[in-house]
């Protein structure tokens, strides 16, 4: 076994604490990484409170996962000892099932495994990237372009694939008016991605002091959503929104921001449920529509395109010893825009 040590939540109302525990051997195809930086995503804190149900403690959060690989396992052929790689939100699935087939592992039917949090055919528990080392299956591991910031690109793994996966499928270019609901972690890189593949780009916040942050990110226009006559400029002209907000809020009012035929994507998680009028719906055939991050070679071509474009994510690198307080900071929307724990500071604990 391997040793490691960590950072992890004992039950849903207690700060998280150190922890040490193993992981598994390095098996044939699993590839043993040496955690550099791991981000912190609102939904490790839902997760780790047992907001949405089935927490198992002590829970190891993380999904944002950067380091240098130790060792890869004899059967290994993409990677070597030294490279830069990454883990995202899934470290298996079953592979043979129709979505798996189509490169669509997060939607597995049968054995999804996420980071953290999520069964093993062991009987043990996955534990992320809040620690300082991880063993994972080849097939899950990411090249990670060299010529970026490491501790900037570790958000990539959650943040940036969730919204670059929208953006893809529903196929925006220049010629697409997007809107960005919210600008925080997902939305800045929603922002930047969109303005990226060459669309027009509105943010909608009620954050008048993001105005200028969105502006250098890429948008062309900041609308402060709480502004009526604002809203009303905006109404019957966007092609597709994507809505990165994770708590309750008003999804009629958005719709009315759709041209005919437009679709309004969620993509935060709100741990209580939205209501909305067929109305909203029929009258413009617009669509309501979700996604989930993205696949395996999804997420290395969302890598690929931000070594290309230079993209990464805005952040506040801490030490592990303030995650708390950084957990805090996140409720509060008080984060430019990622938090990254720096998991070399582990050593320190």
Not at 236 to 243: E, K, L, M, P, T
């Amino acid at each position: 076994m391997i040793k490691a040590k960590a950072y992890a939540g004992f039950d849903a109302k207690s700060d998280l604490k150190p922890y040490a525990f193993d992981r598994r051997d390095v098996g044939d195809t699993d590839v043993h990484i040496e955690i550099k930086y791991c981000g912190i995503c609102h939904s490790d804190i839902h997760t780790v409170r047992d907001e949405w149900g089935g927490a198992v403690y002590p829970l190891v959060p993380g999904h944002e996962i950067v380091g240098t690989v130790v060792k890869v396992g004899s059967q290994v052929k993409k990677f070597k000892a030294g490279d830069l790689v990454g883990v995202g939100c899934m470290v298996g699935s079953c592979g043979s099932c129709e979505n798996c087939k189509n490169h669509l592992e997060q939607f597995c039917t049968k054995v999804a495994t996420f980071t953290y949090n999520s069964p093993e055919a062991d009987g043990n528990t996955t534990k992320g990237g809040y620690s300082d080392n991880i063993v994972v299956n080849e097939k899950f591991v990411l090249k990670v372009p060299t010529n970026l910031k490491l501790q900037e690109v570790a958000p990539l793994l959650c943040a940036g694939i969730t919204t670059y996966s929208p953006l893809k499928h529903w196929k925006i270019g220049k010629n697409d008016k997007v809107g960005v609901i919210g600008l925080g972690g997902l939305g800045h890189m929603a922002v930047k991605l969109a303005s990226s593949m060459g669309a027009h780009v509105v943010v909608f916040t009620t954050s008048p002091n993001k105005k200028d942050d969105a502006l250098k990110m890429g948008a062309h226009e900041v609308v402060i959503s709480k502004n009526a006559d604002e809203m009303q400029k905006q109404a019957g002209s966007f092609n597709f929104i994507i809505d990165t907000v994770s708590a309750p809020h008003d999804l009629a009012s958005y719709m009315a921001m759709l041209k005919i035929d437009g679709t309004l994507c969620m993509v935060g998680v709100s741990p209580q449920p939205h209501q909305i009028a067929s109305g909203a719906l029929i009258f413009g055939r617009k669509s309501l529509s979700g996604s989930l991050i993205g696949g395996i070679a999804e997420t290395q071509e969302m890598l690929d395109y931000c070594g290309e474009h230079n993209i990464t994510c805005d952040i506040e690198l801490i030490p592990v010893q303030k995650v708390n307080e950084a957990y805090t900071r996140v409720l509060k929307s008080d984060v430019k825009y990622r938090f990254v724990i720096d998991m070399q500071t582990l050593k320190d604990s």
